[in-house]
């Protein structure tokens, strides 16, 4: 009994094991002085994209980031409410995400944020669901 559970614990471990191993590596590089960002899925370029980052007296955090939660109707609970759809959050209240400010994408407006063209925000997320928080990276930088 003991050697067929032994077996039974060692293939269900292997399943799970080969699962991840088949998961796709999603990175989303954000580039502050171009204002845009780049979606890579398995090395392959998938996306390039307008962005609004951090407006003057403002951050948006530069580094290197995982995908912590995902939010499809968010709305900011600090700046009044504002809509924030399709929202992939990597670190505290920070996320990219849909803006329907559309004016501004390509030039720095937000409070830190990383800001999207709604459509290509709902095509992020969809991305990151499929390829899970794990393996969803958020990089920041120049």
Not at 11 to 25: E, G, K, T
Not at 89 to 118: I, W
Request: aromatic share 10%; hydrophobic share 40%.
């Amino acid at each position: 009994m003991t050697k067929t559970m032994t077996a039974l614990a060692a293939i269900l471990c292997l399943q799970f094991h080969v699962a991840s191993a088949n998961a796709s590596v999603l990175v989303a590089q954000v580039n502050i002085p171009t204002q845009t960002m780049t979606v890579t899925e398995d090395g392959v370029t998938m996306y390039r994209w307008k962005v609004s980052t951090a407006r003057r007296g403002y951050v948006t955090p530069a580094g290197s980031y995982t995908a912590k939660w995902l939010s499809r109707d968010h709305h900011s609970k600090k700046y009044d409410n504002a809509p924030m759809p399709y929202a992939v959050f990597f670190n505290g209240g920070y996320a990219v995400h849909g803006t329907y400010e559309l004016k501004h994408l390509g030039q720095p407006a937000s409070h830190g944020c990383v800001r999207l063209q709604p459509q290509n925000a709902a095509t992020f997320f969809s991305l990151a669901q499929e390829a899970g928080l794990r393996n969803t990276h958020i990089i920041i930088g120049d």
